[in-house]
Protein backbone atom coordinates (compact mmCIF):
# COMPACT_ATOMS: atom_id res chain seq x y z
CA UNK A 1 0.00 0.00 0.00
CA UNK A 2 2.84 2.59 0.94
CA UNK A 3 4.91 2.13 -2.18
CA UNK A 4 1.48 2.22 -4.76
CA UNK A 5 0.99 5.36 -2.40
CA UNK A 6 4.00 6.74 -2.95
CA UNK A 7 4.39 6.03 -6.65
CA UNK A 8 1.25 7.84 -7.27
CA UNK A 9 2.28 10.87 -5.43
CA UNK A 10 4.94 11.51 -8.12
CA UNK A 11 3.32 9.64 -11.31
CA UNK A 12 -0.06 11.50 -10.70
CA UNK A 13 1.80 15.29 -11.09
CA UNK A 14 3.15 13.67 -14.30
CA UNK A 15 -0.29 12.32 -15.61
CA UNK A 16 -2.23 15.61 -14.81
CA UNK A 17 0.75 17.77 -17.20
CA UNK A 18 0.11 15.45 -20.28
CA UNK A 19 -3.74 15.10 -19.81
CA UNK A 20 -3.72 18.97 -18.32
CA UNK A 21 -3.94 21.08 -21.74
CA UNK A 22 -7.44 20.66 -21.81
CA UNK A 23 -8.28 22.20 -18.21
CA UNK A 24 -7.85 25.72 -18.03
CA UNK A 25 -4.19 27.78 -17.25
CA UNK A 26 -5.17 28.69 -13.80
CA UNK A 27 -6.09 25.10 -12.26
CA UNK A 28 -2.78 24.03 -13.85
CA UNK A 29 -0.78 26.56 -12.04
CA UNK A 30 -3.02 25.89 -8.85
CA UNK A 31 -2.43 21.94 -8.91
CA UNK A 32 1.54 22.72 -9.50
CA UNK A 33 1.72 24.90 -6.79
CA UNK A 34 -0.37 23.07 -4.46
CA UNK A 35 1.36 20.08 -5.39
CA UNK A 36 4.99 21.46 -4.85
CA UNK A 37 3.96 22.92 -1.79
CA UNK A 38 2.28 19.64 -0.48
CA UNK A 39 5.41 17.41 -1.43
CA UNK A 40 7.64 20.05 0.67
CA UNK A 41 5.52 19.84 3.95
CA UNK A 42 5.43 16.15 3.64
CA UNK A 43 9.60 15.97 3.14
CA UNK A 44 10.02 18.01 5.96
CA UNK A 45 7.24 16.45 8.27
CA UNK A 46 8.65 12.75 7.69
CA UNK A 47 12.33 14.27 8.16
CA UNK A 48 12.11 16.44 11.39
CA UNK A 49 8.81 14.19 12.89
CA UNK A 50 9.37 10.42 11.56
CA UNK A 51 7.24 7.56 12.76
CA UNK A 52 9.64 5.58 15.54
CA UNK A 53 11.33 2.56 13.98
CA UNK A 54 10.87 3.61 10.19
CA UNK A 55 13.81 4.05 7.89
CA UNK A 56 13.25 7.96 8.34
CA UNK A 57 13.92 7.40 11.77
CA UNK A 58 16.80 5.81 12.01
CA UNK A 59 18.19 8.28 9.15
CA UNK A 60 17.12 11.12 11.77
CA UNK A 61 18.68 9.17 14.45
CA UNK A 62 22.43 9.05 12.50
CA UNK A 63 21.87 13.12 11.24
CA UNK A 64 21.67 14.21 15.02
CA UNK A 65 24.60 11.22 16.09
CA UNK A 66 27.05 12.68 13.36
CA UNK A 67 26.47 16.11 15.32
CA UNK A 68 26.46 14.63 18.85
CA UNK A 69 23.22 15.62 19.40
CA UNK A 70 21.95 12.12 20.01
CA UNK A 71 23.25 10.34 23.48
CA UNK A 72 22.20 6.17 23.83
CA UNK A 73 21.80 4.76 27.32
CA UNK A 74 21.11 1.38 27.79
CA UNK A 75 19.59 0.99 24.26
CA UNK A 76 17.58 4.52 25.05
CA UNK A 77 17.30 6.67 22.87
CA UNK A 78 17.94 10.42 24.07
CA UNK A 79 17.56 13.53 21.98
CA UNK A 80 19.53 16.07 23.44
CA UNK A 81 18.13 19.65 22.66
CA UNK A 82 20.83 22.52 22.75
CA UNK A 83 18.94 25.49 24.53
CA UNK A 84 18.19 28.52 22.45
CA UNK A 85 20.70 31.43 23.00
CA UNK A 86 19.23 34.37 25.15
CA UNK A 87 19.93 37.38 23.71
CA UNK A 88 21.51 40.26 25.53
CA UNK A 89 19.31 42.10 27.59
CA UNK A 90 19.21 45.75 25.88
CA UNK A 91 20.30 48.91 27.65
CA UNK A 92 17.73 51.25 28.71
CA UNK A 93 18.11 54.88 27.60
CA UNK A 94 19.30 56.77 30.78
CA UNK A 95 16.77 60.18 30.46
CA UNK A 96 18.72 63.55 30.66
CA UNK A 97 18.19 65.85 33.84
CA UNK A 98 16.78 69.15 31.98
CA UNK A 99 15.59 72.08 33.84
CA UNK A 100 11.91 71.53 34.42
CA UNK A 101 9.34 74.51 32.99
CA UNK A 102 8.55 77.03 35.52
CA UNK A 103 4.15 76.83 35.92
CA UNK A 104 4.03 79.80 38.49
CA UNK A 105 1.58 82.65 38.17
CA UNK A 106 2.41 84.94 35.28
CA UNK A 107 3.34 88.43 35.85
Known sequence: MFKQQRMMLYLLPLVFAFSGI??????MFYWLTSNIWTMAQQFLV???MPTPGSEAAKA?????ARKGKLIAKDG???VVEEPKKQLP????PVG?????KQTGPKK
Open 60 to 64: REERL
Open 22 to 27: AFPLGV
Open 96 to 100: KARAK
Open 89 to 92: QRQQ
Open 76 to 78: DII
Open 46 to 48: IRN
